[in-house]
């Protein structure tokens, strides 16, 4: 993958001994995207499989964005002579991206958001700035998460006989759309063996959201995937119809606070009802 160069407009910094200078962060690197600015280290940084970040693409308005997280915080070395400005950092990190056949999605006075598209995956990238001359980067590739661990149809079953509901995870949609993924076929089809082996049972698909964005829309939204999922059942699984009728409950039942994204995930699910 191409690696954009950061270049340092305008800012002299004086050479000293190697052993003078702070180190990064142990396990710490650049991102394959960026090198850093000149005599920069990294302070801290931390990398996730798959996490998610809400980053700024209008005023008071953010989109979350899930997949291979990246944070990565560079400090100015002690001996440098002059530390470049919120702005030029800014400029720099735009020039970069534009070499990389990105876009500005937002800026601000000390933060820009950036989208990148290459090789075909798609990045996020949060830049923020301070006038001490510290600066943070947040990265995301955005991307689905791969399931581990799935409800099977068992576990269904065992849910529905002891409370009367069982929440099924591994069933997954675009921010904002009602069409299932790809990877949500395993989820779905246990569900299909489960209403296949007990010919009798009939259920509610409930659809629930967090709290992002409107309470209208998350209701609209809970209830075309509760739909969607019906509507694979019936024509790719064969089961009937009026075995199940489909409802929307957008954020009205969480599980988990939506204060955090691992809740918010937890929030965002299906589940069956026994009629």
């Known amino acids: 993958m191409q690696r954009s160069q950061i270049i340092l407009f305008g800012v002299l910094f004086l050479a000293f001994p190697a052993s003078a200078q702070q180190k990064d962060q142990t396990g710490c690197t650049d991102h394959p995207l960026f090198t850093r600015m000149p005599t920069y280290w990294i302070h801290h940084c931390t990398e ?16 979350r964005v899930e997949g291979r997280f990246w944070s990565i915080f560079y400090y100015p070395q002690a ?12 400029r720099n990190f735009e020039s970069a991206t534009q070499e990389l056949g990105g876009k500005v999605v937002w ?26 001359g510290k600066y943070g980067l947040k990265i995301v590739e955005k991307k689905g998460m791969a399931q581990d661990i799935v409800a099977n149809a068992e576990a269904l079953s065992n849910d529905l006989r002891t409370t009367g509901h069982a929440a099924v995870y591994g069933i997954y949609f675009d921010t904002g ?12 089809g246990e569900i299909g063996k489960l209403l296949k082996k007990d010919v009798s049972l009939k259920v509610y698909v409930v659809g629930h959201t967090d709290n992002v964005g409107g309470l209208e829309s998350n209701m609209e939204l809970s209830q075309d995937r509760a739909e969607a999922v019906m509507q694979v059942l ?22 988990s606070t939506n204060d955090t994204d691992e809740g918010k995930t937890k929030n965002r699910r299906v589940e069956l009802v026994k009629q």
């Open 107 to 132: 800026t601000e006075k000390s933060r820009e958001t950036f989208e990148i598209k290459k090789d075909g995956k798609e990045f996020w990238v949060e830049v923020s700035a301070e006038f001490t």
């Open 177 to 188: 759309e009602s069409d299932l993924k790809p990877e949500s076929e395993q989820a779905v």
């Open 79 to 90: 001996t440098a002579k002059s530390k470049p400005s919120e702005l030029q950092i800014l």
């Open 234 to 255: 019936v024509k790719v699984h064969g089961i009937a119809a009026s075995r199940m009728k489909a409802f929307g409950n957008g954020p009205y039942a969480p599980v």
């Open 48 to 63: 996730k499989e798959f996490d998610a970040y809400e980053f700024t693409v209008g005023q008071n308005k953010k989109e």
